[in-house]
């Protein structure tokens, strides 16, 4: 994933998933919006992330936002109860870090050498909208979304009738 063009984002969303706790830049892979919500996809110091920052978003925020990551694999593969997710979507080895993500009910990141996946449970009916990242694909499966950037030979992708980007 290193060779992923950083996604161009306005300041305050920038701002707000570098803000502290949170140390460094933030690589921004890809944005998409969801139920008022924009669902960030970054990568930082070897770790793969997702956050959530409101979709009306003007002024940064003073921490940062409520998120979860899991680091790049380092020579083994891990999956935590989601076995099938993200090992049906990600090729090779990868780790897998879930938790809820307040608005949604649950959210999974998988993480491997190549590209990351985060499904988000609890998206109801609401649509998807890519916003940016050149890599970034997502599709509804069930009441969830699945958000994956990276490159595609790293990825299984769903049926084609089931995809969008």
């Known amino acids: 994933m290193d060779g992923l063009v950083a996604t ?14 949170s140390t460094g830049v933030a690589k921004i892979l890809g944005t998409a919006g969801i139920a008022g919500t924009d669902v960030i996809l970054s990568l930082r110091d070897g770790t793969c ?3 959530l ?3 009306s978003l003007s002024e940064p ?6 998120s ?12 935590d109860t989601h076995q099938e ?6 090729d090779g080895k990868y780790t897998a870090a879930s938790t809820r993500l ?16 985060v499904k988000i449970e609890g998206t109801g009916g609401s649509v998807p909208v890519k916003k940016s990242g050149d890599s970034l694909h997502l599709w509804r499966e069930g009441q969830g979304t ?3 950037v990276g490159l595609p030979e790293a990825i299984h992708w769903p049926a084609p009738e089931q995809s969008s980007s």
């Open 8 to 21: 161009s984002v306005d300041a305050p969303i920038q701002r707000s998933i570098d803000a502290p706790p």
């Open 49 to 51: 992330q997702v956050a």
């Open 53 to 55: 920052l409101p979709t």
């Open 61 to 66: 925020t003073a921490a940062a936002p409520a």
């Open 68 to 79: 979860v990551g899991s680091p790049r694999p380092a020579g083994h593969a891990f999956s």
């Open 85 to 90: 997710f993200p090992g049906k979507i990600l």
């Open 102 to 117: 307040d608005p949604f009910q649950f959210a999974t990141v998988g993480c491997s050498e190549k590209a990351m996946a």
């Open 146 to 148: 699945v958000f994956i």
